[in-house]
C-alpha cells in the first residue's frame, strides 16, 4: 500500500488570523500511463487556471491575506511563510503549500537566501476543498 502524501495549508481563523494546518492526500497504485509500470496516483482536483511567479532575491510580503485559493509548488529558491500565530513553515524546491487564508490577517511570506523564487501556482475553485 502507498503512503499519503501530507503537505501543509495555511488557513484562516475566527480571530482574523491564520494557522497551518497539515493536509492529507491519500494515493492508491494504478495503471495511470500504460503502459508504464503502475505508480501511486492521488484523486484529481479541479483547478480553475495555472500560472508562474517570480519573486526576486529580498522579496517580502508583509502580512498578507492570499489573494486567491491556491496550490503552490516552488520550483526553483527557498520561501519562508509564517502564519499570524507565529507559525513557521519553509519551502525549497519539491515543496509544496495549499493557501487558504483569502480573509483576515492572511500570512507574511518571504524569499529565503540570494537567489529568486519561481512558483507554480494552480487556482483553485472557491467553493471545493481538498
Excluded: K
Excluded at 80 to 86: D, I
Excluded at 88 to 108: F, I, K, N
Excluded at 109 to 122: D, E, F, I, K, Q
Amino acid at each position: 500500500m502507498p503512503p499519503d502524501l501530507s503537505f501543509s495549508r495555511l488557513l484562516p481563523t475566527l480571530d482574523g488570523g491564520s494557522r497551518f494546518e497539515s493536509v492529507v492526500i491519500p494515493v492508491t497504485r494504478q495503471s495511470f500511463a500504460p503502459p508504464a509500470q503502475p505508480f501511486s496516483v492521488s484523486a484529481f482536483s479541479q483547478a480553475t487556471e495555472c500560472g508562474f511567479l517570480y519573486l526576486p532575491a529580498g522579496w517580502v510580503g508583509e502580512m498578507h491575506p492570499s489573494p486567491i485559493r491556491m496550490w503552490i509548488f516552488v520550483l526553483e529558491g527557498e520561501m519562508h511563510f509564517e502564519a499570524s500565530n507565529g507559525e513557521v513553515r519553509c519551502l525549497a524546491p519539491g515543496g509544496a503549500l495549499l493557501l487558504e487564508d483569502t480573509e483576515g490577517r492572511g500570512h507574511l511570506s518571504r524569499v529565503l537566501g540570494p537567489h529568486p523564487v519561481t512558483l507554480a501556482v494552480a487556482r483553485l475553485p472557491v467553493a471545493n476543498a481538498v
